[in-house]
């Protein structure tokens, strides 16, 4: 009797965790996202960018160098760093009122919000658990996001510089579009997936390099960056921007995810000087080196576009690399002390008042 009632619990429980599997795999259809069509991907062709079928770096800018596969897969598994906090993170509940004319609050990885002369821009926003299409697989959040998306203020734009899962979310789109009307600038193509996701054609904006679009009175500029994009097994059929955010007064650059190269200093040569730029720190590794910037180089890329106060993203997070979770921000913080750069490293969810910057504390040795 009990065999029977055991055998009877286990087809109950099998029955039950294959339909819980089956409803969280259902959207992992929509998360990939979909190849720009029509219109738009007669833009993507004309596009000065896409050579032979792809979107192209203007360097040679291979994802894993010949001979580096190996190494790097072993490094992933069998390294001995320490890829997450010993402690948690701490996080910072950010005040609603700015606290001058440019304000930042960091919410983690690459997602922030820059309040410039009374607009809101919200950067690269990722809500989710996971940067993955699927809820039960992919890199995890190391830390809870700082605010809930529901109690974000109203939002002027939402840039997006390409399409990794880790930059462009379905589940945060779906609740940006559901919850305010701000418009969604993004890199040629990416626009097929916002457009699966049910964002209305009126909100969104696709650049190409070095085109621009005004919104709420701010000039977006789509520059330059050397990275890749994909969702799924093909490559490169949408574009990956860094960005440009100019006010009457103020001037903001993003990166987003890049390797350094030299169209920094004429990105900065004709858009600079910047008041504050946001720079790709984490995830780089030797067997990248083209893709993804050192924290050195995101020194030589602050320098290179004239900016006055540098505030590191895209570290702390997600384990993306093999590197130690404390190690992006120590390199950078000893390297802006050589350079003499000004450079802030907020807590997630903390505001940052651009003119009156507070100095480095070290927050994260305490944790790592």
């Not at 009126?202 to 330059?224: C, H, K, M, Q």
């Not at 807590?347 to 994260?364: H, K, L």
Request: net charge positive.
């Amino acid at each position: 009797m009990a065999g029977r009632h055991g055998r009877k619990l286990a087809l109950i429980t099998g029955a039950v965790a294959l339909g819980a599997a089956g409803w969280a795999l259902r959207g992992i259809p929509a998360a990939l996202g979909s190849r720009p069509s029509g219109d738009r991907a007669h833009r993507v062709r004309r596009s000065p960018q896409f050579r032979n079928g792809a979107f192209r770096n203007g360097n040679p800018s291979p994802i894993l160098p010949p001979g580096t596969v190996s190494r790097v897969a072993r490094e992933m598994i069998f390294g001995k760093q320490r890829r997450a906090p010993r402690l948690p993170v701490p996080l910072v509940t950010p005040s609603r009122a700015p606290e001058g004319d440019l304000d930042v609050i960091w919410y983690g990885h690459s997602s922030a919000m820059v309040e410039i002369e009374g607009r809101r821009v919200l950067f690269d926003p990722v809500w989710s658990d996971r940067c993955s299409p699927s809820p039960l697989a992919g890199p995890r959040r190391l830390h809870p996001v700082p605010v809930p998306l529901h109690d974000l203020p109203e939002v002027d734009a939402i840039v997006i510089s390409h399409d990794h899962y880790d930059h462009l979310d379905l589940e945060t789109v779906r609740a940006l579009t559901r919850v305010g009307s701000a418009p969604f600038l993004v890199p040629l193509g990416v626009g097929a997936h916002l457009q699966r996701w049910k964002v209305p054609a009126s909100r969104i904006i696709e650049l190409d390099w070095n085109e621009e679009a005004v919104v709420s009175g701010l000039r977006f500029v789509a520059t330059p960056a050397q990275h890749f994009s994909g969702r799924v097994f093909t490559r490169d059929q949408t574009l990956w921007a860094s960005w440009v955010v100019a006010g009457e007064r103020r001037r903001v650059f993003y990166t987003g995810d890049t390797g350094y190269f030299a169209g920094y200093a004429a990105i900065g040569e004709e858009h600079g000087p910047f008041d504050l730029s946001l720079v790709q720190i984490g995830a780089y590794s030797p067997g990248w080196p083209d893709i993804h910037m050192t924290p050195e180089e995101a020194i030589l890329t602050h320098l290179d576009v004239r900016a006055g106060v540098l505030l590191p993203v895209h570290w702390g997070t997600f384990n993306l690399s093999y590197h130690a979770w404390s190690e992006p921000i120590e390199r950078l913080w000893r390297e802006a002390k050589a350079r003499d750069v000004r450079l802030v490293v907020p807590r997630p969810g903390e505001r940052v008042n651009v003119d009156a910057p507070p100095p480095v504390d070290a927050w994260w040795q305490t944790i790592a």
